[in-house]
């Protein structure tokens, strides 16, 4: 395939590429991607599945447990004795169980970041078969149409084809910040620089301004990205929680290195086999420094994520999860996230209020007086002022996946859907009265009117600020007739449409007037109008999103406003949502931000939590304001100049719906609603997987420091040397599989507890274990160990006066059930730091209640089954032994 496409016109590459204007067809693109492969830059799935399995025998505590088998096979082989080949084989099978559970875990995490970054993988524009579709970036072939606008991440790169006001964002390519402006004629030479190259698109790129059609001429490692060898593929984060597990891993680790030293010496100053200690000692520190934390944490996000997603919130980023457990403030447009971005006629004025339920598009609704229905069609003076609205009107409503749309402006769309809800056949009403004229709407007049043909009559409707349209009236319409309009009556319009602003409606007049004998002449119609009446709207706060702002007040969240709209309109809503209240109800615009200081401006968000008519470059100054103040910030954004804001924001929040591909590369959180609601579920949801892994933590600790304690009193206080070691090697295994294994994992899917959106947020400096909890960690574990020992005395004296003679093996059974059955039945109280198993109910986590009985069921049968009793050296237990152990 040629290179030099910037030397051909766009004719010469479509024929090239074996493309046309109209774009491939489905069977075509799906043939060229077979050919030249996915659109993606090296390494774009992960690690192999075989991978991900080798990659469980890189530990260091693994490696050295395998190599302590070996020594303990060839100990076996240099005696010629069967127990430590036994002991090997049993080393070297719970290393590969545990390889496997290590594997399923990860390989299920692997593969929900995967689906989860396909969800949050940027789309492309494409012209196939003929029509404009929204396609994968990775699915992008050669020849392919590509359609680009103002925001668009460019996918592959491109000839142009059509290029109207086009500039492209090229720093990630030339490193060249100023946009480049953009030509389709151009034809260059053939040696023509890649930053000169004014008619070609490249992949990386960002669209800064205007619109284009170019054809795809490279994709995936061929592009001019692939060719300098540019990662696409973000390399896995490492978490800062996960970077403290790792710390605290480490520092636990030397400790319990220190305590196996010890075990190992005071076992061979007794006498006990140089090669069992060794064992013991290795298989102890495998089983109790928590190497696997930071592992934990990346299963717990993964299963944290996949819950996020189902709720329409896709995290781009793992910090993100843990910050939002820590957010203070949410920084949150108005428009379409507050509010469902679809204006609504609330209210309508013909000498008397009526007002008009129902909510966005939906043709669907009610107009009251005083709060009673009232009929429409019975009114004459409220039908003529919908129709007139609905007329002079350039939009239309269609319906699309079940939801009602609007095609055109949506204020005007909000009037064609109030004259549907009063029973108007809005279609049929303007095929009965076509359009003979019209003036159209002008910012500086402020109003727009259209003449039509209705009954063989010409009749003009006019729809504007009640100031542009009140003047030009002569008469009124009311219920009981037309009326000549006196100065005293238009001041009481124009006072009732400032009472109708001030409440955050946006306000149109509506007049009409017979013109049949008039020239079709803008002076000519534009005078002696009959006033019909006010129509006041709005775009409705989301009925969710009240709730969802009372949930963050009681989270200790604040929310903060920030809208590019009137602050009439932004006090309105917040006040309707309970952002601002009676006594906080200030109001700060952007020009009064923009000349404040940043101690003026430190000052003014101790107080305000609105303010309108805002630049987007303002959104970093508030970050960065609050950040300066010791918050944690998620801030909202759709457009390009929304990214720098997003990127310094903790927590950067893209729309996924309205958003451009820039806002969310630059974004950690992709709404897939636009809804403020799913900001407030992602928090939930974030305290809920921090909170998991805490308890993870602590139940596992709680497990380890059992037992380090227990073997380290009982090198103490067990002086016999039939006694040594006080569990086995195999035992200790066990326990870090049977107990480290299934229960712990179990804790990972705990619901979320009622009480999580009740407390302060999270402070993001706490330690993962904190001074508190590690008391608590210690007095579990001596809890467990005393347990353990004290079970292993009484049976010893039991076995001892009841003339067994394998008194140890009963012993050390004992001891091994109660440590193994007392961590397992912990699992169910680490499910909540402050609530009860009766209060929590046993069976809200049935795969806790599942991964104890299957855990039990693995206990008995290595003590029980004949097999598994010899090679782990158990001894059956009878009911006298049990009760030692149950209590």
């Excluded at 904190?770 to 020992?789: E, K, P």
Aim: net charge negative.
């Amino acid at each position: 395939m040629p290179r030099d496409f910037h030397a051909m016109s766009g004719e010469e590459a479509l024929t090239a590429l074996g493309t046309r204007t109209e774009g491939l067809s489905t069977a075509e693109a799906r043939e060229r991607l077979a050919r030249y492969g996915p659109n993606e830059l090296g390494e774009g799935r992960g690690p192999s599945p075989l991978r991900l399995f080798l990659d469980q025998f890189k530990d260091l505590m693994v490696i050295v447990l395998i190599i302590a088998a070996l020594i303990s096979a060839g100990i076996g082989a240099w005696k010629g004795s069967a127990e430590e080949w036994l002991d090997a084989g049993i080393i070297l099978i719970i290393v590969m169980v545990n390889a496997v559970l290590g594997f399923v875990q990860n390989y299920r995490a692997e593969r929900t970041m995967q689906a989860l970054k396909e969800m949050a993988a940027p789309k492309a524009t494409v012209v196939r078969d003929g029509e404009e579709r929204s396609v994968p970036s990775r699915d992008l072939v050669p020849g392919d149409i590509i359609i680009l606008t103002t925001g668009d991440r460019i996918s592959a790169d491109a000839r142009l084809l059509e290029a109207v006001n086009l500039k492209v964002n090229e720093a990630p390519l030339t490193g060249e910040s100023a946009p480049v402006r953009k030509s389709a004629e151009a034809v260059l030479p053939p040696d023509a620089p890649l930053a000169e190259r004014s008619n070609m698109v490249f992949s990386g790129c960002t669209v800064d301004h205007g619109r284009g059609r170019a054809v795809v001429t490279a994709t995936g490692m061929t592009t001019q990205l692939g060719t300098i060898a540019q990662m696409v593929r973000v390399e896995s984060e490492s978490t800062p929680l996960q970077r403290k597990l790792d710390r605290l891993g480490r520092q636990l680790g030397l400790i319990v290195l220190g305590v196996c030293v010890f075990i190992f010496a005071v076992g061979y100053l007794r006498g006990v086999p140089v090669e069992e200690m060794f064992l013991t000692s290795v298989s102890l520190a495998v089983a109790a420094i928590p190497e696997g934390l930071p592992a934990v944490v990346t299963i717990s996000l993964a299963l944290g994520l996949q819950r996020m997603a189902k709720r329409k919130a896709v995290m781009r980023r793992l910090p993100a999860v843990e910050a939002l457990g820590s957010a203070t403030v949410i920084c949150t447009d108005k428009t379409g996230t507050l509010t469902r971005g679809e204006m609504n006629v609330r209210e309508v004025y013909v000498g008397e209020t009526i007002s008009v339920s129902g909510e966005g598009f939906e043709p669907e609704g009610e107009f009251l007086v005083n709060g009673r229905p009232i009929a429409p069609a019975e009114r004459e003076d409220l039908i003529s002022l919908l129709m007139a609205g609905a007329l002079c009107n350039d939009s239309s409503l269609y319906q699309e996946g079940g939801r009602w749309k609007v095609r055109g402006d949506p204020t005007e769309g909000a009037l064609v859907v109030a004259a549907m809800k009063a029973g108007l056949d809005v279609e049929g009403l303007a095929r009965r009265s076509p359009r003979l004229y019209e003036v159209p709407f002008d910012s500086t007049k402020k109003r727009m009117t259209t003449v039509h043909e209705m009954d063989g009559r010409r009749i003009a409707f006019m729809k504007g600020a009640a100031e542009s349209v009140v003047p030009l009236c002569t008469r009124y319409r009311t219920r009981e007739g037309e009326h000549p309009l006196d100065k005293a009556t238009a001041d009481a319009i124009l006072a009732k449409d400032n009472e109708m602003a001030g409440r955050a409606l946006r306000v149109l007049a509506i007049a009409t007037r017979d013109v049949s004998d008039v020239p079709l002449e803008e002076a000519a119609i534009e005078r002696e109008m009959t006033f019909l009446g006010l129509v006041g709207m709005m775009d409705a706060p989301r009925s969710e999103a009240v709730e969802a702002v009372r949930r963050c007040h009681a989270a200790g969240i604040r929310v903060i406003m920030i809208t590019g709209d009137h602050e009439l309109t932004a006090r309105a809503i917040a006040l309707e949502l309970g952002i601002a209240g009676p006594g906080r109800d200030r109001v700060v615009s952007g020009k009064a931000l923009e000349a404040a200081s940043p101690e003026e401006l430190a000052e003014m968000l101790r107080t305000t939590n609105v303010f309108a008519r805002v630049a987007p470059e303002h959104k970093m100054r508030i970050v960065e304001a609050l950040q300066a103040q010791g918050e944690i910030v998620a801030m909202t954004g759709d457009g390009v100049n929304d990214a720098p804001a997003l990127k310094r924001a903790d927590i950067g929040v893209a729309m996924g719906v309205t958003g451009t591909d820039v806002s969310k590369e630059a974004s950690q959180m992709v709404l897939m609603d636009d809804n403020f609601a799913t900001i407030v579920n992602a928090v939930e949801e974030g305290r809920g997987v921090y909170d998991n892994i805490r308890k993870f933590v602590a139940f596992l600790l709680s497990c380890n420091s059992g037992e380090v304690i227990a073997m380290f009193v009982a090198s103490l206080v067990l002086v016999g040397p039939e006694y040594m070691p006080f569990l086995l090697p195999v035992h200790l295994l066990w326990m870090n599989l049977v107990t480290d294994g299934l229960p712990a994992l179990a804790l990972g899917v705990e619901p979320i507890e009622k009480g999580v959106m009740q407390r302060p947020p999270t402070d993001p400096n706490e330690p993962p274990l904190t001074r508190r909890a590690a008391v608590r960690v210690l007095i579990i574990g001596g809890v467990i160990a005393l347990s353990a020992l004290l079970a292993f005395q009484l049976a010893d004296l039991l076995a001892l006066s009841s003339g067994q003679a394998d008194n140890v093996r009963h012993a050390r059974t004992v001891a091994f059930c109660t440590m193994v059955l007392a961590q397992l039945f912990l699992g169910l109280s680490a499910r909540s730091e402050t609530l009860t198993i009766r209060r929590l109910g046993l069976f809200t986590n049935r795969k806790m209640v599942l991964a104890i009985a299957v855990s039990v069921a693995l206990q008995l049968a290595v003590v029980y089954v004949p097999v598994l009793s010899g090679a782990f050296r158990t001894a059956p237990l009878g009911l006298a032994e049990w009760a030692l152990i149950l209590p």
